[in-house]
């Protein structure tokens, strides 16, 4: 956890909560769902910002980590519970803010942001995650791997380092 610490804060998060699911055996469901629509009526978010639930990362590309697929979806599914007070009534009052959720790393991207002048913060996050990129068991490079990715993504910007993001409207 304090990695994950370190790593917000170099980018200037300040407040990190962690829902205390097991790294490597996060599983889509209703408990999930809940826990994280539980966060957005506390937190009354207007935009939700969440991660590729595609099995793969491209159409020929790796397969998508199993935890990124499973809380990708259940985030989506958790801004609309959120907002319904028929599901999990006892999370608290509903999300009514939530506008819209973007999801990065997804195919068909809908919205572009240039990251080109934050792009080193960044890398200084990801460096960050010590134990998991340690954990790869090959060598990694945080600066090659976004930098690469962010710069192919930028290519279809038209900037030098960009996300793509797909929106979701919610509401």
């Given at each position: ?77 958790a801004c ?57 068991g090959r ?33």
């Amino acid at each position: 956890m304090e990695e994950e610490q370190r790593s917000a804060a170099v980018v200037g998060v300040t407040g990190v909560e962690f829902l205390d699911y097991q790294d490597g055996l996060v599983e889509y469901g209703v408990a999930l769902r809940r826990d994280l629509a539980v966060a957005f009526r506390r937190l009354q978010p207007q935009v939700v910002i969440g991660m590729s639930f595609d099995l793969t990362w491209g159409e020929e590309g790796p397969v998508n980590h199993a935890d990124h697929r499973a809380v990708g979806l259940a985030t989506l599914d958790a801004c609309r519970d959120a907002a319904n007070e028929w599901v999990f009534p006892e999370a608290g009052p509903r999300a009514t803010d939530i506008r819209d959720a973007y999801v990065a790393g997804i195919g068909a991207p809908t919205h572009f942001v240039d990251v080109t002048d934050t792009i080193e913060a960044g890398v200084a996050s990801l460096r960050e995650h010590r134990a998991y990129i340690e954990g790869l068991g090959r060598e990694f490079d945080p600066d090659e791997f976004l930098k690469n990715m962010a710069g192919y993504v930028g290519l279809g910007a038209g900037c030098e380092y960009a996300v793509a993001f797909h929106r979701y409207p919610m509401g």
